[in-house]
């Protein structure tokens, strides 16, 4: 039984590497509520697409909330997203989607706010009009969609060659899938940003002994267990170290996990001046 340490910079190109490949067209992620458009009116421009995902909002350009078309709006209704997230794992390393699934996305927005619920289809299942059913009657952001068939955690999709840095990889895409299509207060994960020793800026209050090593690392146990331990700074007030422990079993991706604050981050008080 080891512990491998992962080197911070490899870790950070990652989770780039996840945050670049899943990214929310702007009609999905800040949609507007677009005028209809009018037989023979110029009046209306409909905005070129830049994507595949571009293109197939414009099928859906013109319709309104009130004809039940499922359109990206910002009213407090859910809609299915077109992103693919299963595309993230053409070149991710140790991970990989079983075939026989695919990863959907649904979203929320209510003005500037906004939140996402990631689930994993089997193929079969998974053509828009199904994934359209299940969209709710009533709107609430604390019960998305449930499609047919989709696993309760999405995690248990995604196989692996089990090498210590698989887990880890697997630590942050979970975080970062788990808050895809989220917009203010939902956006949590995203305000944490990834260290490996503590910032000097500030003067930190711990909640129990100092920890030394806050390097990124991977324990696998004989038995195929591994626990993944790493860390993080909170960004926005108020400015927090976080320890994030997770432990997988032997034969899937589904982690228990604890994210947790380990210290408090102050301001550090200046100097007193000589008299």
């Not at 830049?50 to 009213?75: C, H, I, K, W, Y």
């Not at 909640?207 to 038995?223: A, F, H, W, Y």
């Not at 899937?252 to 007193?272: F, H, L, N, T």
Request: with cysteine; aromatic share 8%; proline share 9%.
């Amino acid at each position: 039984m080891s512990t491998q340490k992962i080197p911070l910079d490899a870790l950070q190109k990652i989770r780039q590497y996840i945050k670049s490949n899943v990214v929310l067209p702007e009609s999905e992620n800040h949609p507007c509520r677009l005028p209809k458009l009018e037989m023979g009116s110029s009046s209306f421009a409909v905005p070129e697409p830049d994507s595949l995902v571009g293109l197939g909002d414009l099928f859906r350009v013109g319709a309104t909330l009130e004809e039940g078309v499922p359109m990206p709006n910002n009213q407090g209704r859910w809609f299915l997203s077109m992103i693919d997230p299963g595309a993230v794992f053409m070149k991710l390393p140790g991970l990989s989607l079983q075939p026989e699934f695919r990863l959907v996305t649904y979203l929320y927005r209510l003005g500037e706010e906004g939140c996402g619920k990631l689930w994993a289809v089997p193929e079969h299942l998974s053509c828009t009009a199904q994934l359209e059913q299940a969209l709710p009657e009533i709107h609430q952001a604390e019960q998305p969609p449930h499609p047919q068939g989709a696993l309760d955690n999405w995690m248990a999709s995604v196989q692996g060659d089990r090498t210590p840095a698989s887990f880890l990889i697997a630590s942050l895409l979970r975080r970062e899938f788990n808050e895809l299509g989220a917009l203010g207060k939902a956006a949590v994960w995203s305000k944490h940003q990834l260290i490996s020793a503590v910032p000097q800026q500030l003067q930190w209050q711990w909640r129990n002994e100092p920890i030394k090593d806050l390097s990124p690392k991977v324990k696998v146990l004989p038995d195929g267990r591994a626990v993944v331990e790493f860390f993080t700074c909170r960004l926005t007030p108020s400015i927090a170290l976080f320890q994030h422990l997770d432990q997988y079993k032997a034969d899937q991706y589904i982690a228990q996990s604890i994210d947790r604050p380990i210290a408090v981050g102050e301001r550090r008080k200046a100097a007193p001046t000589a008299q």
